[in-house]
């Protein structure tokens, strides 16, 4: 049997390794030089950087898994958190290591920076938290908060970040019940699973390289700057163009961005259904600013919040991989917040940091990158596609096809895994 995986991104890598460890031949295609999608490395001026700070939860049961039949520990590969928002000089909210709810209500009763009125209204709000956002049906979470009291203080320091750092929408668009499970399944769920991991090395090196060794070792093949251009049927079978090999392949899972792929599918009529949804999707960008500073610049903590005024999330790369005085900026979801390019981006970050840490030295180098399509917009109402096309023996996978969650890189591996499974009967 021989699969054809489209896309090198965590999506079509979990896919891949999948079909892999159940002994299949497995080519997976990629039109890039490198894999990882939207969580890949990047070589600039001789360093290895990220194209952005991607924070993996403890809740990522199936990351963690995919991870360690590759052969990575995550133990040594991540740094495990309490989740916190820490804004110096404004907010300091950490999760005790208790049951849910406590864990958060022990925070929210020790936390510094939210009035007391604040606290009590976020204490009565956490035990019916669910209920709470998916009361009245599809509505915003910013409509939501306000409906339960949450709006003002509580919004702007707590449930705004959190739901721009887990839907990368802001909450005057962002889906309720989206965010609800999210929240169910960290907050609400056992003491580990809200805890942060950050990665400790590249994120090349976190599962996509290793990926990529381990279907070597099992008999699959990986072919970059290889795009393909259609999916057709070849008989019983499915054929690619682009495929240097011209091979008819029993089964074929496209991994690739939804545009990419309502491209691909664009000659196949029963696809009709899932291209109309993907047209229909709107996206959200994000931009990380990385900025070298002196090695005694540092970060009081690995990951610390920027609050209203600044960057969403502040990282020190020289408690993370061990690279000092180098600091990333990281800006979701706000496109206004991004205008600036280049240099002036660059200096935006900078001012922002200042305002939290203090005078700080000008940044000797300076790196942005920006993903303009980081995710689709998560919001209410929203349809998204099954991951059976309709076409016999194509499946789709990415974070953008029908599940409880956003695009995350927990959403992509078990939609890969998924569609790996159907692709093999299972």
């Not at 995919?66 to 909210?93: F, S, T, W, Y």
């Not at 008989?235 to 091979?247: H, I, K, S």
Request: net charge positive.
């Amino acid at each position: 049997m021989r699969i054809a995986v489209i896309g090198a991104g965590w999506a079509g890598l979990a896919a891949a390794v999948e079909l892999a460890r159940s002994g299949v031949e497995v080519v997976l295609f990629e039109a890039g030089r490198v894999a990882g999608g939207r969580a890949r490395e990047l070589a600039r001026e001789g360093r290895i950087l990220d194209n952005g700070l991607h924070v993996l939860a403890g809740a990522y049961t199936e990351t963690l898994r995919m991870m360690r039949a590759v052969g990575i520990e995550p133990e040594r590969a991540l740094l495990r958190i309490p989740l916190a928002i820490v804004v110096p000089g404004r907010l300091r909210l950490k999760t005790w290591p208790l049951p849910a709810p406590f864990n958060l209500l022990a925070g929210l009763a020790f936390a510094r920076g939210l009035s007391l009125a604040s606290r009590i209204a976020a204490a009565r709000f956490l035990p019916r938290l669910e209920r709470s956002l998916t009361a009245g049906g599809e509505r915003t979470v910013g409509e939501a908060l306000a409906a339960c009291g949450q709006d003002g203080e509580p919004a702007r320091l707590i449930w705004e970040p959190l739901c721009r750092a887990a839907l990368n929408t802001p909450v005057r668009l962002a889906s309720a019940r989206v965010f609800a499970r999210v929240l169910r399944d960290t907050l609400g769920a056992s003491r580990a699973a809200s805890d942060l991991l950050l990665p400790r090395v590249s994120l090349g090196e976190l599962f996509p390289a290793p990926a990529l060794r381990f279907l070597g070792r099992h008999g699959g093949a990986f072919l970059a700057s290889t795009p393909i251009r259609a999916v057709a049927r070849a008989g019983c079978g499915l054929c690619l163009e682009g495929d240097p090999r011209a091979q008819v392949h029993d089964a074929v899972i496209l991994a690739t961005a939804p545009q990419a792929a309502a491209r691909l599918l664009a000659g196949l009529s029963e696809a009709a259904p899932a291209i109309a949804i993907v047209d229909r999707f709107a996206y959200h960008p994000i931009a990380t600013c990385y900025l070298q500073y002196p090695a005694g610049v540092e970060l009081p903590a690995a990951m610390i919040g920027g609050g209203p005024e600044g960057a969403d999330w502040y990282f020190d790369r020289g408690r993370l991989r061990g690279e000092p005085g180098l600091i990333a900026t990281v800006v979701s979801a706000d496109a206004e917040r991004m205008k600036p390019a280049g240099a002036a981006a660059a200096a935006r970050a900078h001012q922002g940091l200042a305002r939290l840490l203090g005078p700080l030295p000008r940044p000797s180098w300076s790196f942005t990158v920006v993903e303009k399509r980081a995710g689709f917009s998560c919001t209410p109402h929203l349809d998204r596609p099954a991951q059976a096309s309709g076409i016999p023996g194509l499946w789709l996978a990415g974070d953008y096809t029908d599940s409880p969650y956003p695009a995350t890189i927990e959403a992509a591996v078990r939609s890969g895994v998924t569609a790996a499974r159907a692709a093999l009967g299972r």
